[in-house]
Structures are given as structure tokens and as C-alpha cells.
């Protein structure tokens, strides 16, 4: 089984929709979470940290549940500048390494 | 805006050579990692540097790999006898603590391409 798993998509919206991703990741242990995003050929960005009680930034929600080893984005009223490849990343207890999911293709057309 | 930078943006070589790659972390950072990322794959971990001492490794990152940090400001990945399966890009992070919520900054990335 893969240590992060994501629909790799692509999910083709259109402006002003809402979208939501989902991810489950193997290890019980993982400590820290997170959404990246990499637009074609660049390197990822952190997009948001993801807490356990869930966290808002804007039109972006994530949410955790540690119980099911899944962690979710949604974005609302999708953007153009939006089109991108999410990536779910997890941080394992006691390492430094980012375990990267392989991503989830976003295009949001006018 | 601080950013870690890195050169050269691309680079090609032949099979069997060595390259090394470069990157200038954030200044007052003191982790520093290389990750990978072959072609339509997704982002791998290769290794971690802390106090001038690999932290940890993957198992790609094996005898053909190393790292430095030679003075106070480069942090190097040299491979020395590449593979075709080499071809990848290769991004450089770094972070000012470790683990948590502490974010790694990535470089723009160094795309290798063995022939």
C-alpha cells in the first residue's frame, strides 16, 4: 500500500465551482500534515498546514480525521489561477522526510 | 521574500559522469534536504543534513550520492557516476527547525537529463 494515496485526477471544473480532495495516508504514526500545490514543472509550494480540529485559509478548507487516516481540501469558488496539482504530504514521527502523495491535477476552466 | 535557490536550472550529462548540483538555502536556516522527482512521479525525499551530518537517507540515495555543505552558504548533492535513471528533477529544501509544522522552503529545482 502506498504511504500517501490521492486521486490523481484530472477534475475538470468550472469557475465558482467547489472542489474537494481527498487523501489517506498508511502510516499511523505520521505527525504532521499538509497541502502542496506544483503548477507544471515547478516545485511544490506549501499551500496550508492541516490541523486536527480542521483550518480555513479563504476559499481553502482542510480537514483531518485521524481515526480513517484521511485528510481532505476543498477549495471554493474555484479561480483560474487555481489549475495546479495538489499535493497531500505527511511528516512521520521522529523524521524529517516529507512523504508526498502523487498528486491531484486541478483545471478550472472559464 | 527569502528563497532557496539553486543552479544550474538544468543540466545535461552523459551516462556515467558526475554532476553536482548546487543550492543556497534560506540564510538563517539549518536543515537542509534534496528531494527528487522523476518525470510525471511523484516528489521523493533523498536525504536530510543537519550540523554538517546526514540525519537521514533514503534507499535511493545510495553510494553514488553524498552531500555537502562546503562553506557557509552551499548545501551540494553530487552524484558520481550517473545513471540514465538519473534523469529527474532534483529540488533542494530547506527549514529553520525540524519536523512539526515547520514548513520546508523548496528551490526552483535542477532538471538532469542522462544521456
Known amino acids: 500500500r502506498k504511504e500517501v494515496e490521492q486521486d490523481p485526477g484530472p477534475f475538470n471544473v468550472p469557475e465558482g465551482a467547489t472542489v474537494a480532495f481527498n487523501c489517506t495516508y498508511s502510516?499511523?504514526?505520521?505527525?504532521?500534515f499538509f497541502w502542496y500545490r506544483q503548477d507544471c514543472r515547478k516545485e511544490p509550494k506549501l499551500l496550508m498546514s492541516?490541523?486536527?480540529s480542521g483550518n480555513e485559509d479563504g476559499r481553502f478548507t482542510a480537514q483531518l480525521n485521524r481515526a480513517s487516516q484521511y485528510i481532505s481540501l476543498l477549495i471554493r469558488d474555484s479561480k483560474l489561477s487555481d489549475s495546479a496539482t495538489y499535493l497531500c504530504?505527511?511528516?512521520?514521527?521522529?523524521?524529517?522526510?516529507?512523504?508526498f502523495g502523487t498528486g491531484t491535477r486541478l483545471l478550472v476552466s472559464p | 521574500e527569502p528563497e532557496v535557490t539553486q543552479t544550474p536550472s538544468h543540466q545535461v550529462t552523459q551516462m556515467g559522469q558526475e554532476v553536482i548540483l548546487r543550492c543556497v538555502p534560506i540564510?538563517?536556516?539549518?536543515?537542509f534536504y534534496w528531494y527528487r522527482q522523476i518525470l510525471g512521479q511523484k516528489v521523493e525525499f533523498l536525504v536530510s543534513?543537519?550540523?554538517?551530518?546526514?540525519?537521514?537517507k533514503s534507499e535511493i540515495f545510495d553510494d553514488q550520492f553524498s552531500v555537502e555543505r562546503p562553506d557557509g552558504s552551499n548545501f551540494t548533492l553530487k552524484i558520481r557516476s550517473t545513471k540514465l535513471e538519473d534523469s529527474a528533477m532534483y529540488f533542494c529544501?530547506?527549514?529553520?527547525?525540524?519536523?512539526?509544522?515547520?514548513?520546508?522552503?523548496f528551490g526552483p529545482g535542477t532538471r538532469l537529463t542522462v544521456l
Open positions: 540564510s538563517n536556516h539549518l536543515y
Open positions: 492541516v490541523y486536527s
Open positions: 543534513f543537519y550540523n554538517n551530518e546526514i540525519s537521514e
Open positions: 502510516n499511523s504514526a505520521s505527525q504532521s
Open positions: 504530504v505527511v511528516l512521520n514521527t521522529g523524521f524529517q522526510k516529507l512523504v
Open positions: 529544501a530547506s527549514s529553520g527547525k525540524a519536523g512539526g509544522l515547520n514548513e520546508q522552503f
